[in-house]
């Protein structure tokens, strides 16, 4: 299949620049079987649920994984931390913008005082850096910035808004592992999980720490030749217990973003059925792939030629998805992470 496929227009006023209050976002909802799309507000979601569904979110914490310094000229840099090569956290792998100022070798003077020593440098950008300290939580929350996507328009080295803090952070976030939020979760308030209880849902966690390859374009010219990065995902116990009492019952398993889909379709795959537990993935979903784990599925607008793209065109139908889509654009929808939602069932 190609990748031109999945290619569509987006004017450009239709990126959400800003995170808007929670639970205040429109939300299309779009019938998988029929194709038929109907207009709501989020605010009406916890209706769209039965008892005995159960709701399954990424409660992943974003870090603050990006790091402003000034190389030996002067200059800005960006050092975006992606994961930690030893527990005391003093050796990352990391991306760096621009990055001819950030060539092997080179030292980037960052904030609090820390530096970073850039060592190997591989074919696709990604960077070690060495830091004369600890790059811990600590160290993120009061020096990193929130690693806010590019399509979200900042001013380079300026820090953080609250407002970006806030509203980049879901309100059930936990421990922070990820460099991008689960986006479909930041529409939640905690008064939407006492509706969606109140209907006779069950809500449950699992995390994917999100990573950067999960956004990594799509460059190749068939689908199929795409590689996605392996990702860490926990599940609990509690979690597939609340699964398998909801499909006992006859409910839905409603994923909330499509790192929760991957997760659970990636835990259905395994030989032995779904565990509880740590594992790695790179399962790539793409249209052909046959859905075992879930049953309907909340997502945010995604990007032309992405992965994100291609998983919710695998559980629609690419047709229905685009044409979704060009009515939403006609209806003034926003798209992207601060945008609207989409509930597929």
Not at 138 to 143: A, E, Q, S
Not at 287 to 295: C, K, Q, S, T, Y
Request: aromatic fraction near 8%; hydrophobic fraction near 45%; glycine fraction near 8%.
């Amino acid at each position: 299949m190609k990748t031109d496929l999945f290619d569509y227009f987006l004017p450009a006023d239709r990126i959400a620049q800003e995170a808007r209050p929670r639970g205040s976002s429109r939300l299309l909802v779009l019938d998988r079987r029929t194709g038929a799309v109907s207009h709501r507000t989020f605010a009406e979601f916890p209706s769209l649920l039965a008892p005995g569904d159960v709701l399954v979110r990424n409660d992943v914490a974003v870090r603050n994984a990006r790091l402003w310094g000034r190389d030996e000229q002067g200059r800005l840099v960006e050092i975006f931390l992606l994961s930690p090569l030893d527990p005391a956290r003093r050796r990352w792998t990391a991306l760096a913008k621009p990055g001819r100022r950030a060539k092997r070798d080179r030292t980037v003077w960052l904030p609090g005082g820390a530096t970073a020593r850039i060592g190997e440098v591989h074919p696709d950008g990604r960077r070690e850096a060495e830091f004369d300290r600890p790059i811990d939580d600590g160290y993120l929350r009061n020096h990193g910035a929130v690693p806010l996507p590019p399509y979200i328009r900042r001013e380079p080295g300026v820090p953080d808004r609250p407002e970006d803090r806030a509203g980049y952070q879901t309100v059930f976030a936990r421990e922070p592992l990820a460099v991008a939020a689960p986006t479909a979760g930041l529409h939640f308030t905690p008064e939407s999980f006492e509706a969606i209880r109140a209907r006779g849902a069950a809500v449950a966690d699992l995390t994917l720490a999100v990573g950067a390859g999960t956004f990594k374009p799509v460059v190749a010219v068939d689908v199929e030749e795409h590689a996605m990065d392996a990702e860490e995902v926990s599940i609990p116990p509690e979690t597939l217990r609340a699964i398998a009492a909801a499909r006992s019952s006859g409910g839905r398993v409603v994923a909330v973003g499509t790192t929760v889909a991957r997760s659970l379709e990636a835990a259905a795959l395994h030989p032995s059925g779904p565990a509880p537990g740590q594992f790695a993935t790179n399962l790539f979903i793409a249209p052909g792939f046959e859905f075992r784990a879930i049953d309907a599925l909340l997502t945010n607008f995604h990007l032309p030629r992405s992965t994100l793209l291609m998983l919710v065109s695998a559980f629609a139908g690419r047709e229905r998805v685009l044409a979704a889509y060009e009515e939403a654009i006609r209806e003034g929808y926003l798209f992207y992470s601060f945008g609207d939602a989409m509930f597929i069932s």
